[in-house]
Structure formats: structure tokens, C-alpha cells
């Protein structure tokens, strides 16, 4: 746990690279057009890389509260667009913006439940989960006496 706390922000900063590059993988190379809340979550994930890294150059790990925080409302975006990819009915408006895509659409159907939305929920997650360990404290060690 020691080592994962320590390398929190360093493994955060894998993940929002992963997702990031994957989104654009999808849209520039497989071609496929973002919807409107593709949009939003690209808007949360692509700061994060900087500020990440910014995190990482400068040793400051009191940026955990709004990566938490940002990661939040990505895993709620995330979260409605899966729903929507998986036949629910729409709280909120995704229609198709311009030549974009409907939110609706999959592009994507591993193992029966894995879409882009679900790969973006689970880098969110992650993201979270590392700012939560980057957080915890170690405990003091405890010192045995050598007195008898």
C-alpha cells in the first residue's frame, strides 16, 4: 500500500494518459464521431493529464481534491451515457449535435458490457480511487524496546 500511495499520482497520470489517447484514437484513427457527452467527458479527461503532471513536477499532492472532484462529474457523465448506450430513456436531451453522433450510439461492445462510455466510468474510478490512496497517511511505525 506504502508504494501505491507513494506513485498515486504517477499511476493517475497512466490512466488519464490511456484514456486520453484512446479517445482520440477512436475519433481520429477508427473515425468515429464523438457525441455530445463523448464531448463532456473528453473536457474532463484531457486536463487532467496537465494537471497531473503538474502535480508530479511540482511534489503537490493538494491537487487530489479536484482531480476527485473533476473525476466526479466525469463518472457521473460517464455513468448517464452508459445508460443511454444500454437502452435507457433520455433524462436529458443528447440529440445529435451537427454531424455528430446520437449519444445512443455504440461503437464499441466488448464482453457484452464494455462501450467507450464504460471504458471512460472506469478511468474516472480509477482516478478516484489513486487520489484516495495518495491521501491516506502511513502509520507510525512502532517502535519495539529492546528493554527487558
Do not use: N
Not at 499511476?11 to 463523448?38: D, H, N, Q
Not at 493538494?62 to 445508460?83: E, F, K, Q
Request: proline share 4%; net charge positive.
Amino acid at each position: 500500500m506504502k508504494l501505491l500511495s507513494r506513485y498515486s499520482f504517477h499511476f493517475a497520470l497512466i490512466v488519464s494518459l490511456i484514456a486520453t489517447l484512446g479517445s482520440l484514437f477512436y475519433s481520429e484513427i477508427a473515425k468515429f464521431e464523438p457525441c455530445r457527452l463523448c464531448w463532456y467527458q473528453r473536457i474532463i479527461m484531457y486536463p487532467q493529464v496537465i494537471l497531473i503532471s503538474l502535480a508530479i513536477i511540482k511534489k503537490d499532492r493538494h491537487l487530489a481534491d479536484y482531480l476527485m472532484a473533476l473525476s466526479a462529474v466525469g463518472v457521473l457523465i460517464s455513468s448517464y451515457h452508459y445508460y443511454l448506450q444500454r437502452g435507457g430513456q433520455s433524462i436529458f436531451p443528447c440529440s445529435v449535435v451537427g454531424y455528430s453522433a446520437s449519444c445512443s450510439t455504440r461503437f464499441i461492445m466488448e464482453f457484452g458490457y464494455i462501450t467507450i462510455p464504460m471504458m471512460a466510468l472506469t478511468a474516472f474510478i480509477l482516478i478516484i480511487i489513486l487520489m484516495v490512496i495518495s491521501k491516506i497517511k502511513p502509520s507510525p511505525r512502532i517502535i519495539k524496546s529492546s528493554r527487558v
